[in-house]
């Protein structure tokens, strides 16, 4: 019994993912204030101890509601797999060439080999379509993600979206 009721829930994530995966690029874009985003993915932790830091306050981006999912899966990833996460971090900065968005936590980090695979459905437990998605739903706004922090010292993704994509891409804030 237990071997089926695993397979059920498997199958059940399955078709979850299959569900997201269809809604990514089918919204019209829109400007999408970031800070806003990310509180709503947090409140979906109500019985989570991490401390937040959102400083992303007075950011807009041109995306979809599909950007809740995207903070939705890495909070949740960092849940599932950082074992000792306590903090989270999501802020911007921005250059002459790129705003870059860093999401951060205090966990165990990605070791050097696997931080290519962690977007491509690679895992070190649970199904490993989480990040996959979150790297669709980054390709389909034409951005890019990569996962740069120190293994052993915590996760740390930037997610750069570049300023030729369009002129009103993002809004700096005032």
């Not at 829930?9 to 400007?31: S, T, W």
């Not at 109500?46 to 306050?57: D, E």
């Not at 989270?88 to 951060?104: H, P, Q, R």
């Amino acid at each position: 019994l237990d071997g089926i009721n695993f397979a059920v829930d498997q199958a059940d994530e399955l078709f979850e993912f299959g569900r997201l995966y269809e809604k990514v690029g089918a919204e019209e874009p829109k400007k999408i204030d970031v800070a806003l985003s990310f509180d709503k993915a947090v409140s979906l932790f109500p019985n989570s101890s991490l401390r937040i830091h959102n400083g992303c306050q007075g950011l807009t981006l041109t995306a979809d509601s599909m950007l809740d999912q995207l903070f939705y899966n890495l909070i949740d990833n960092s849940l599932k797999h950082g074992k000792t996460v306590t903090q989270i971090k999501l802020y911007y900065s921005i250059n002459t060439d790129a705003l870059k968005i860093f999401y951060e936590d205090d966990g165990l980090g990605v070791v050097s080999e696997n931080k290519e695979k962690i977007f491509t459905g690679f895992t070190t437990g649970g199904n490993g379509l989480g990040l996959m998605l979150v790297k669709k739903m980054v390709e389909t706004y034409g951005w890019s993600i990569k996962e740069i922090g120190v293994p052993g010292e915590g996760l740390r993704i930037e997610i750069n979206i570049p300023k030729n994509i369009e002129k009103t891409n993002f809004v700096k804030p005032i």
